[in-house]
């Protein structure tokens, strides 16, 4: 077993069969084991990955841009992307062929379409019709995807039967492949393994339930509890199911072809099993977070030192933040756009400004100046003044941005898709703009609130007692605060889900949980802010009573 602090600040991990990838929050690749064919060597510039896939003899990194870089052995074409090399959403890798998956919900696959002998597999051919799909997974020879109705998909090589889903082919929420063998995870926490079964591979351990994440190697299986545990069985040969005892708060898991990777709440990781490239040697901070915002695909996180850090989609620049990334005192994400409150009361924004669309999602309206609170929507802004109005400026679709009269006495605002809520000095809230869902029908009575929230289409309003309200679209549940529903200091919402802090530091999240955007990371305590975006979750967790550290999961 290897691992260290000195692995601080990554944010994903991918395993080959001799060489590691790990990705880093400020979106740079290091990687390391065996260098053959330049598995090792990432192309420049380093910078800007969202996403790692490594497979047997090649790297794939996804590009916040939409766009795939690979590297190392090309003799099947693996590394040849077709064009367009833009709109990819994912990436896997695997044995001499890669997968890509694109926002429309296609795929693209490229590389060997034949098996180990040369022999045709077809494991490049998608089979139709090729639209809704919402993940991806690469085996030896063989491909695996996720419908959005929860069906899983196979093709190529099926040769040990890691093609033939059981059934119910239905409820799945995530796919690994291995080389002979097949995972899915179900969403009530329950995994189905199929496929070659030589080493077990195949024989989950029980209890079966509780699950949150599976990887699979070569002959072994991974499997991420809700508790940060990992569970591992199969081939036992290198060590590789040998999790380490001492090790707990994990939030991923990777699985290499005879070797394993654990990432733990911090942002370190532990890798145990085979290590003769030393693919489980880590290489040589995430802390000092103050606020935390949210967008669709993109993050934002402010410094203690008044920078931004921003990572994430950023096809549109939303994480391009201007320079100088100095004196801010609050951070705001939209779906495609990014705010800053300024020490001096000003606003900069930066992202998309589609003034075409009539968005002008950059135009703050003058004086800019005298704010104290900012607030971003899907396509608008609120900025809340110091005398107790709000500005609003972008898409005005169903007046989301016409204040209500009287514009005085507000505390806080915040903005959802096209609607906007207001709180007043006197625990009142005010909601305004487009009520498809009921959104802006504040319930009686309406006083006592502290704290708002919006979301896609529904609220949440905190009370002083510490107890949630919420109205809206309830079509995930998002709207159905767990009980006891008391205690709670702080509320949060994504664009289907919800989240509570507690008192106590810890986060409740209800709602929608696809892509496990609502699995709390363990250990669920020492949280002090929480952020919802629109598929994914931020915390910041205090460390060391002085230090605190950005805690993110669901990655986009």
């Known amino acids: 077993m290897v691992g260290g602090d000195l692995s601080k600040g990554f944010v994903a991990i991918a395993a080959g069969e001799y060489h590691s990838l790990g990705l880093k929050k400020d979106g740079s690749i290091m990687a390391w084991g065996s260098n053959d064919d330049g598995l090792c060597n990432v192309p420049a510039p380093n910078a800007s ?133 097949s995972l899915g995870l179900k969403a009530n926490g329950r995994i189905a393994a199929w496929g070659d079964n030589w080493y077990g591979n195949c024989n989950l351990p029980g209890p079966n339930t509780g699950f949150m994440a599976v990887a699979a190697g070569f002959t072994h299986s991974l499997a991420l509890k809700t508790d940060g545990s990992i569970v591992a069985w199969g081939d036992i040969s290198y060590g ?3 999790v380490p005892e001492t090790k707990t708060s994990f939030i991923s898991v990777a699985a290499g072809r005879y070797y394993s990777f654990g990432l733990m709440a911090d942002g370190s990781f532990v890798a145990w099993g085979n290590n003769e490239r030393g693919q489980c040697n880590v290489p040589a901070p995430n802390s000092d977070f103050v606020a935390i915002a949210a967008g669709d695909g993109h993050s934002l996180g402010l410094k203690s030192d008044g920078a931004i850090v921003a990572w994430g989609s950023n096809g549109l620049g939303q994480c391009s933040v201007p320079a100088p990334s100095t004196g801010f005192v609050s951070v705001a994400a939209g779906a495609i756009h990014s705010l800053g409150l300024k020490a001096d009361n000003s606003i900069v924004a930066w992202g998309d400004n589609d003034v075409e669309s009539n968005y002008g999602l950059r135009n703050i309206p003058a004086p800019n100046a005298g704010f104290v609170a900012v607030a971003a929507g899907v396509l608008h802004s609120l900025g809340l003044k110091a005398d107790g109005s709000i500005v609003a400026w972008g898409n005005n679709f169903e007046g989301g941005c016409n204040v209500p009269a009287p514009n005085t006495g507000f505390v806080a605002a915040a903005a959802g898709w096209s609607y906007s809520l207001g709180l007043k000095a006197d625990g009142s809230a005010v909601a305004w703009g487009l009520n498809n869902y009921g959104q802006c029908n504040v319930p009686t009575p309406n006083s006592d609130f502290v704290a708002i929230a919006a979301g896609y289409g529904h609220s949440l309003a905190l009370k002083s007692d510490g107890a949630i309200v919420a109205w809206g679209s309830n079509n995930y549940g998002q709207c159905d605060v767990p009980p006891p529903n008391s205690g709670f200091v702080a509320v949060a919402a994504g664009h289907w889900h919800s989240l509570g802090l507690k008192s106590n530091g810890s986060i409740l999240a209800w709602g ?32 060391r009573l002085t230090k605190a550290g950005a805690a993110h999961w669901s990655l986009y």
């Open 49 to 181: 990955f969202v996403a790692v896939a490594a497979g047997r003899w090649h790297s794939l990194g996804l590009k916040a841009d939409g766009s795939v870089v690979a590297w190392g052995s090309n003799n099947y074409g693996q590394c040849n992307v077709p064009a367009p090399n833009t709109g990819f959403v994912a990436v896997a890798a695997g044995t001499r062929h890669s997968l890509g998956l694109k926002g429309d919900g296609s795929i693209m696959a490229w590389g060997s379409n034949s098996d180990y002998y040369d022999d045709y597999s077809g494991q490049c051919n998608v089979p139709a019709p090729n639209t809704g799909f919402v993940s991806i997974a690469a085996g030896s020879y063989y491909s695996m995807a996720l419908k959005k109705d929860g069906s899983i998909v196979a093709w190529g090589d099926n040769s040990a039967g890691q093609g033939s889903v059981p059934a119910p082919n239905t409820g799945f929420v995530s796919v690994a492949a291995g080389g002979y063998h």
């Open 240 to 242: 590789q199911c040998n």
């Open 512 to 543: 929608y949980n696809g892509d496990g955007r609502c699995n709390v990371p363990e250990p669920n305590r020492g949280f002090v802010s929480v952020a919802g975006g629109g598929g994914h979750s931020l915390a910041i967790r205090v460390i």
